[in-house]
């Protein structure tokens, strides 16, 4: 077990599940550091200039880490040029099947390499994965996903899919760790919400690696967001995670988005003023959508060169039931009838 700490912001900070700490360029995970916000391009990855264009689009929306499919043998090929147009944005490779992939992504100066167990099982093979990421210090992050365990797992678990799960990555870190590798990051991804949930909280009992959180092909848009706000939600609330994606069948800069609110309601990080506004009613005196919204708006762009904005709690409410109360509050500002 390695050396692990938990650091809070303020008093009434979530406690931390204490973790080592992995260094993925110059993002740091786990450690108690703060939570860092994952997406993934979705251009094709030979598509270089697309590519590039896709991580620098999530880098300017706050995405933290920037991970690259590497399904081929051109996409692997074309890695070095994506690593230098990319500058210092942090690069994940994901690696199925293939590992001489991931050597040539560890080559070409990727951060982090990224692989599912139940994909890659020679022991000669991730050797020399191993071998390769030890000589570069580049970190493995062991990505298990219910839809492709290992087969043993599979069949010991006799159903129950989030033990699989949990056992899949166990077998995954102990052959890792029998090389001497422990610069490990761990997710643990179920489309299944409470079957995610049940994983992460079971592993957290077995290791001190971090874990990168995330409800797997969660959908579209509106219900992925609500999937990941509960899933990934619930464990951040429980101090579980040290870092995330948002997983969306859509544009990746709305998975950023949503991750930026989920870190936000929790009050882990800050990305934009928290306006409290009440759903408005019979009682509402004032026209709370427009004023709110008109409020949001503004303090977005105040926040770009006043950072201080994001430490505000703004209150716009419609009546004297709650309003008073709300916009007493000792962070607060308050507006409304």
């Excluded at 944005?89 to 994901?94: E, F, I, M, Q």
């Excluded at 995610?196 to 092909?217: K, N, W």
């Amino acid at each position: 077990m390695g050396s692990a700490m938990t650091v809070s912001i303020d008093p009434h900070a979530i406690p931390r599940r204490p973790s080592r700490t992995v260094k993925v360029g110059n993002v740091l995970i786990g450690g108690g550091h703060p939570i860092s916000i994952q997406s993934m391009t979705k251009t094709d990855t030979r598509d270089v200039e697309g590519t590039i264009r896709q991580i620098r689009a999530l880098a300017t929306a706050g995405c933290e880490i920037v991970r690259v499919a590497v399904p081929t043998q051109f996409a692997a090929a074309v890695l070095p040029q994506i690593r230098k147009e990319a500058n210092k944005v942090p690069l994940v490779a994901d690696i199925h099947f293939h590992p001489q992939f991931a050597i040539a992504a560890i080559e070409a100066g990727f951060d982090k390499i990224r692989w599912n167990p139940g994909n890659i099982r020679r022991m000669d093979q991730v050797r020399a994965v191993v071998d390769r990421a030890k000589e570069r210090q580049v970190p493995i992050r062991i990505g298990v996903n219910v839809g492709s365990l290992d087969p043993e797992c599979e069949r010991v678990c006799g159903g129950d899919w989030g033990e699989a799960i949990v056992q899949s990555a166990l077998k995954s870190v102990r052959l890792l760790e029998e090389f001497q590798f422990h610069d490990i990051v761990l997710s643990l991804k179920s489309s299944d919400v409470r079957q995610m949930i049940a994983a992460y909280r079971r592993m957290s009992q077995l290791c001190d690696y971090p874990f990168h959180l995330g409800v797997t092909e969660a959908g579209l848009a509106e219900m992925a967001s609500v999937k990941s706000a509960i899933g990934i939600g619930s464990l951040l609330a429980e101090g579980i995670g040290d870092t995330l994606r948002v997983s969306i069948t859509g544009d990746p800069i709305e998975e950023v988005k949503v991750a930026q609110r989920i870190l936000s309601a929790l009050e882990l990080r800050r990305f934009e003023t928290n306006v409290i506004a009440c759903p408005s009613c019979g009682r509402c005196e004032i026209d709370v959508v427009g004023i709110a919204k008109q409020v949001q708006n503004r303090l977005s762009e105040m926040a770009k060169t006043e950072p201080r904005c994001l430490d505000l709690t703004v209150a716009v409410m419609g009546c004297v039931v709650n309003g008073p109360g709300e916009s007493e509050r000792p962070d607060g500002r308050g507006v409304g009838g």
